[in-house]
DNA sequence: TCAAATAGGACCTTTCAGGTCCCCTTTGAA
DNA sequence: TTCAAAGGGGACCTGAAAGGTCCTATTTGA
């Protein structure tokens, strides 16, 4: 099956936890240890996470005493793609995408060397209409997420 | 990056090359030396991905002496998620779809549970209409595979 | 001056994909 | 009848990458 990272899992978990705080843009920072204790995840992990997202942009990271961080973007706003990208690397499903040389055996004989691109464009363009929002959906009442229509359908199929 | 696994990509290549063989329903059988030759892929690994491709009905195994594969569908009828299935498993970019217990660190304050199904589905989606012949174009100079619009439109995006 | 908190690496451990090998069964042909 | 070619099914080993943890430096409010 195809394998995100788990630190990207975390990456939303953290995301929405921020947002349901209003560390939102201009308004109070999070800490990571605070985090830590909402979410469950460990408090290292937590500041990897953040550590990560940080440089990618996505939170503000304020330092010393009293800091902590707090979102650049409202998540409605921030493509899942883009917290994707920051943790797992470009979007494409073999490493044979644009000719990279010395990591395939049939190097020589691939007679289907870049013909992925269709494939991982279609992926592409399955996510990009997708926001963080849209997954971190921030719903108070938590028991099981009783898919919503459209969920339950797809869930069918 | 998402990894799909090698074995997938070399699949692909393989059965491009039953194709091509004319190892198709009904038509002769290649051995699995003659399409590591042909492929320049290492035998034993091609004989796996033969075995696996065997396990999940997309090609016939032929026993004995003068035995050999076949495709049991022509490529333009092998819909290329069924192949993702039978070396990567269910497609589906986490472990924490259907609830399955004790893989997540943030188990039981996780928010986010079940949620990345809309994701998951639009890559289904997006796989669904992609066929191995689309990838694995039998011969260099080739009648555009007429399946085109689609495609054409995701490559030129 | 101190304590709280981020920033940035370095490091270790475990898991798993990738690949190879072995032995069995089947079967056509000499 | 025998043999060799070929598929079938696992078992095994290895190397790389993910997942986590920890340490240290830097910043900054109280």
Redesign the interface.
């Known amino acids: ?4 990272s ?1 630190l990207t ?2 990456a ?2 953290v995301l ?2 921020l947002a349901r705080e209003g560390a939102v843009p201009g308004g109070q920072v999070q800490t990571a240890p605070g985090l830590a204790l ?5 408090e290292p ?1 937590v500041a990897k996470v953040l550590k990560i997202l940080g440089q990618a942009g996505l939170v503000e990271g304020v330092r010393g005493a009293r800091g902590g961080y707090r979102l650049t973007r409202p998540l409605a706003a921030l493509p ?1 793609s883009e917290v994707i990208f920051a943790f ?7 490493a ?1 995408v644009d000719g990279v040389a010395g990591l ?9 060397r870049g ?5 991982n ?3 592409r ?3 990009s ?2 926001t963080v929002a ?6 108070p009442v ?1 028991q099981p ?1 009783a ?1 919503a229509p ?2 339950a359908q ?2 069918a ?1």
């Open positions: 099956m195809f394998r995100l788990k899992d975390y939303v978990v929405g936890r909402a979410t469950g995840i460990a992990t899942l797992d690397g470009p979007i494409a499903l073999t044979c395939c055996e049939a190097e020589g004989v691939c007679q289907v013909r992925w691109d269709p494939v464009d279609a992926i363009n399955a996510l209409g997708i849209d997954i971190a959906a921030p719903h938590r997420v898919a459209v969920l797809l869930v199929e």
